[in-house]
């Protein structure tokens, strides 16, 4: 696994998270990659409670972000329900400082490719979580938007479907406004209708006869 590479190259001093000076944040990793399942998921619980505290991220969380996300890539890892939800938690954390901001923001937009397929997961939290991060712009607008747009109308949860459609309404390209005036289609969800809808009014796009049909339609339901 590349994760086990990623660790022994990273220089982990001054890695700090919630609870102290980061010295543990590579035990915990190691264990997260290790073969013993019971003690790597008790691992990735460990780092969730130290790598986001109270919607706070640190150093040790842009760190260990690239391992985090190899981790997820591997079907096998326990905990991925888990492993995302951090990932989730440290895009979207408050940063303690600018430095560690901008770390948090590069290793994102250097993981996008690589959680795109992870949109067609077959664990539910991941790919709600990952929907969620593929919805934030990392500079891969085209490539997110691509591959939201195509699983949005086949995902099965109306939630994570709208999560999606919502993604695809945060990316500001041209494709967007025709894609979302499509998904507004009867033949679609109502869960994507009506974020399709919300996306067009967020966007700031025109608001056509097509969308309030589309919303008055989902009300009457």
């Known amino acids: 696994m590349r994760a086990r590479v990623e660790l022994h190259d990273t220089h982990w001093t001054g890695a700090e ?17 290790g073969e013993d399942p019971d003690r790597a998921e008790r691992a990735v619980d460990v780092l969730h409670n130290c790598l986001v505290h109270q919607g706070s991220v640190y150093a ?3 760190k260990a972000y690239p391992v985090l996300v190899d981790l997820l890539l591997d079907p096998a890892a326990p905990g991925r329900a888990t492993l995302a939800d951090l990932l989730l938690g440290i895009t979207i954390g408050i940063a303690e400082t600018e430095a560690v901001h901008h770390e948090i923001r590069a290793a994102h937009a250097r993981a996008t490719p690589s959680l795109l397929p992870l949109l067609a997961d077959p664990v ?10 593929t ?3 990392t500079g891969h607008e085209a490539l997110a938007v691509r591959a ?8 099965p949860d109306p939630l994570i ?8 309404a945060r990316h500001d390209i041209v494709s967007r406004a025709a894609w979302l005036s499509g ?13 399709a809808a919300w996306g ?12 309030t049909t589309a919303v008055c339609t989902d009300r009457g339901r």
């Not at 479907?161 to 695809?168: F, I, L, P």
């Not at 067009?200 to 969308?211: D, K, M, N, S």
């Open 183 to 195: 998904a507004l289609a009867s033949r679609h969800t109502p869960a994507v209708r009506a974020a």
């Open 135 to 137: 919805g934030l712009r």
């Open 60 to 62: 040790g969380s842009a």
């Open 148 to 155: 939201l747009s195509e699983r949005a109308l086949s995902e």
């Open 161 to 168: 479907a709208a999560v999606m459609t919502g993604g695809v």
């Open 17 to 33: 998270h919630a609870y102290g000076d980061g010295a543990d944040t590579l035990k915990w990793l190691l264990d997260a990659c």
């Open 200 to 211: 067009i009014a967020r966007a700031g796009l025109p608001w056509t006869t097509e969308v």
């Open 124 to 133: 539910r939290e991941v790919r709600h979580r990952v929907a969620y991060v």
